[in-house]
């Protein structure tokens, strides 16, 4: 868990009290957070800044990026549109690769694309 830095700088304030011999489940009970977090900020070897979260540079873009657009003209078209059908066409139209689930080319993956496409679709056509 990253911590808010607002939350860091409050725990940061339970270091008088961890070296006056308080346990990490007492310091955690009394802030509200889990005893592994309150270890992993007030130990004596914690960064001395806030936390950070890990960049997110060199991230693979999904392979279903690419033919979003594609799913979107279909689901307009028809909104009840199964994530199978989906896939299948993608396959057999775009030559959409079934590798692995990782890959981001399995059917679970353009099925996933539609579902939550077709659902803002059927939203915003309510809503129209």
Same mark, same amino acid.
């Given at each position: !868990?990253?911590?808010?830095?607002?939350?860091? !700088?409050?725990?940061?304030?339970?270091?008088?009290?961890?070296?006056?011999?308080?346990?990490?489940?007492?310091?955690?009970?009394?802030?509200? *957070?889990?005893?592994?977090?309150?270890?992993?900020? *007030?130990?004596?070897?914690?960064?001395?800044?806030?936390?950070?979260?890990?960049?997110?540079?060199?991230?693979?873009?999904?392979?279903?990026?690419?033919?979003?657009?594609?799913?979107?003209?279909?689901?307009?078209?028809?909104?009840?549109?199964?994530?199978?059908?989906? /896939?299948?066409?993608?396959?057999?139209? /775009?030559?959409?690769? *079934?590798?692995?689930?990782?890959?981001?080319?399995?059917?679970? !993956?353009?099925?996933?694309? =539609?579902?939550?496409? =077709?659902?803002? *679709?059927?939203? /915003?056509?309510?809503?129209?």
């Amino acid at each position: !868990m990253i911590l808010p830095v607002e939350a860091w !700088m409050d725990l940061r304030r339970y270091q008088p009290l961890r070296a006056a011999g308080a346990t990490w489940r007492e310091i955690a009970d009394e802030v509200g *957070l889990d005893w592994r977090t309150v270890k992993r900020y *007030l130990s004596t070897d914690a960064a001395a800044g806030p936390p950070t979260a890990p960049p997110r540079k060199g991230c693979v873009a999904r392979k279903v990026d690419a033919v979003a657009p594609v799913i979107d003209a279909w689901l307009a078209a028809d909104s009840r549109l199964k994530a199978s059908v989906i /896939h299948e066409r993608l396959v057999a139209d /775009h030559g959409f690769s *079934l590798r692995s689930a990782v890959d981001g080319g399995s059917w679970d !993956m353009s099925g996933r694309y =539609g579902q939550v496409s =077709g659902s803002c *679709l059927a939203f /915003h056509r309510g809503n129209a």
